[in-house]
């Protein structure tokens, strides 16, 4: 059951005009991501565990069906996006936000992969 509403995630999201079915979609999502990572984690509260949710979520709408413009230009158009922004968490102020609150470190590591280290204890 996610921890969110619409409502709460368009709070955060300045004048977003998503419907808010598109939004509860992309809650549905963020809910079973936060669940799947940090859901068993008892060193979050109910209530982190909801921001980081509400958070995801614009993170995830702001990264797919809803960008804010900056600047914007209607000869030549372009536009221009605030902050400085890298891939995963890092690819928005939400997701960014995302980062502080998760206390535990664990969404910093969603979408990477793990890594094995063998030794080979002989050659013979």
């Known amino acids: ?3 969110t509403t619409a409502a709460e995630v368009k709070q955060i999201m300045d004048n977003c005009t998503v419907s808010d079915t598109i939004v509860d979609e992309f809650i549905t999502a963020a809910n079973l991501t936060v669940t799947e990572i940090l859901g068993s984690d008892t060193s979050l509260s109910t209530a982190q565990k909801t921001e ?7 993170h995830m709408l702001a990264v797919t ?13 372009w536009a221009d996006y605030p902050g400085q922004f890298g891939q995963g968490l890092s690819g928005s102020s ?9 206390t535990t470190g664990k969404m910093a590591n969603i979408g990477k992969r793990g890594a094995s280290i063998y030794a080979i204890t002989s050659f013979d």
């Open 52 to 58: 980081i949710e509400r958070w995801l979520t614009a």
């Open 65 to 77: 069906v809803w960008r804010t413009a900056v600047k914007e230009r209607v000869g030549e158009a």
């Open 1 to 3: 059951m996610a921890r």
């Open 94 to 102: 939400y997701g960014q936000m995302v980062l502080v609150l998760d």
